[in-house]
């Protein structure tokens, strides 16, 4: 996700420029705070549009490819605010890969603890 976001701000410098204001402003905070940030969105956004989207989507259609495709489509749209599309488009492809993950193991606290370790590198490393 890394380099994807390097690629991308590269090609796009005024895109760039929400994400990083944005980020920014997260790394601003205290250190205690982005603690909680970080875990809250591992665990809340986790049950949301893995544990619970997929499994109701899935329900519903009988399609786990469409399951995958509106948990990516909500995951997205939901940091759609503030961030810019630098970031979205790391947003989408790490919601591909924690749905396609959730999809395939099953086990919400592997996504959960993925996606803390993915938020914690951007804001508890600093």
Do not use: C
């Not at 591992?42 to 109701?56: D, P, Q, T």
């Not at 899935?58 to 495709?69: D, I």
């Not at 990516?72 to 993950?101: E, K, N, Q, Y």
């Amino acid at each position: 996700m890394g380099i994807q976001f390097a690629v991308i701000a590269h090609q796009s410098p005024a895109a760039s420029t929400a994400a990083l204001t944005q980020a920014q402003a997260i790394l601003n905070t205290p250190y205690w705070y982005r603690i909680l940030l970080v875990l809250r969105a591992a665990v809340v956004e986790e049950i949301l549009f893995r544990g619970y989207l997929i499994e109701k989507v899935r329900q519903l259609s009988g399609s786990a490819s469409l399951a995958v495709g509106v948990s990516i489509a909500a995951f997205t749209f939901a940091h759609l605010r503030g961030w810019g599309a630098v970031h979205l488009s790391a947003v989408a492809l790490s919601g591909a890969v924690l749905a396609l993950l959730y999809v395939w193991r099953r086990d919400l606290p592997s996504n959960m603890f993925g996606h803390f370790v993915t938020d914690a590198i951007g804001f508890l490393t600093r």
